[in-house]
């Protein structure tokens, strides 16, 4: 079976610019986000990120573009149904 969405899963240093770095990435090869969701966890020196993207050709590479980013600590890769996160979210905001 073919996923349509992916979740990447990232923990990352927590400081100015971090988001900007990530989407960046995403930006200059021209590779959509759906959704991204970030927190601090821990003491806060670091973030926990979730990115929701299509599945694509180029998904593997992103990975690894991702994990030579300095401040990206651990990049994983998830089916969409591992992770429904976003789709709890786009629930409750439907309640709205």
């Known amino acids: 079976m073919i996923t ?20 960046g990435l995403f930006s200059r090869r021209a590779f959509n986000l759906e959704g991204i969701i970030c927190s601090e966890i821990g003491d806060s020196n670091t973030s926990q990120m979730y990115l929701l993207i299509k599945n694509d050709e180029r998904t593997e590479q992103i990975i690894k573009q991702l994990e ?27 309640k709205l």
Do not use: R, T
């Not at 349509?4 to 989407?23: A, D, R």
């Not at 030579?68 to 789709?87: C, G, M, R, T, W």
């Open 4 to 23: 349509e969405n992916y979740v990447i899963k990232l923990i990352v240093n927590n400081h100015p610019g971090v988001m900007s770095h990530i989407v």
């Open 68 to 94: 030579k980013l300095y401040d990206v600590l651990d990049v994983s890769l998830h089916a969409e149904d591992q992770y429904p996160i976003f789709n709890k979210l786009d629930n409750e905001l439907g």
